[in-house]
């Protein structure tokens, strides 16, 4: 389908008791791009992301992902998507290798798709050590792997180089964009990181308070609010929200 939209959230709204999260948030993200949501902590982006990948409900509103409805067709949805959330734990005891093979058989995959993984984790011979030994950065990069090497059409990665080094940062960065341009994988992603966020995107959302206050191409929202960075802009229309 040529107009497809490859996420389509419409005035989504998320209560936790009595208090609202997201307040009628709205932005698509179209097939093939990395889009990048961007905000302060508490804004509501890990909150959306859940919804997304259908993990938990809206209050209200909608979501669409390539067309499926995120409660009503939750398992189409999850066939489509990958999600790496902000804190995901792996298995311990397991050995790299061993969690991208059980991956690649709970996906159906063959050996091609786990040689596929352990290039994309680039840890080499780590790669046979057990996962509660590996770093911070060696974590991520496994998950990393075991989020694309099932070939979603949409990797929803919040916070994918939180905590790294700038060798590790670097090298998910440049996964990501290889998966993007190369395998049109979807990107939807959050990030602390301004600079990362400008080299990566090629749109991006501001969300605060749980609204979004700005969207476009990072380029185009520096020269329409004269400012030089995406931090100053951040800063800008939060004066303005
Ligand atoms: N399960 C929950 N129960 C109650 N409140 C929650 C729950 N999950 C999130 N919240 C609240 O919702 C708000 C948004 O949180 P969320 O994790 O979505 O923000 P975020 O933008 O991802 O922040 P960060 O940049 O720190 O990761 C916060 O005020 C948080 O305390
Ligand atoms: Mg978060």
Known sequence: MINEKAVEVDNLTRYFGSRQVLRGLSFTVRPGE???????????????????????????????????????????????????????????????????????????????????????????DSINMRMGAYSKGMRRRILIARALMTQPKLAILDEPTSGLDVEHAVYVRDIIKHYAEKRGITFLISSHNMLEVAYLCSRVAFIHRGAIIAEGNPEDLLKQHRVQNLEELFLKIREEA
Not at 35 to 41: A, E, Q, R, W, Y
Not at 70 to 91: D, F, H, K, N, T
């Open 34 to 124: 990395i889009f990048g949501l961007i905000g302060p902590n508490g804004a509501g982006k890990t909150t959306c992301f859940r919804i997304l990948a259908t993990i938990i409900k809206p209050s209200g509103g909608e979501a669409r992902i390539f067309g499926h409805d995120v409660v009503r067709e939750a398992s189409e949805v999850r066939r489509l998507i990958s999600y790496l959330p902000e804190e995901a734990g792996v298995y311990k005891n397991l050995s790299g290798l061993d969690f991208l093979k059980l991956t690649a058989r709970i996906y159906g995959g063959d050996s091609a798709m786990v040689d596929e993984a352990v290039a994309i984790s680039g840890l080499g």
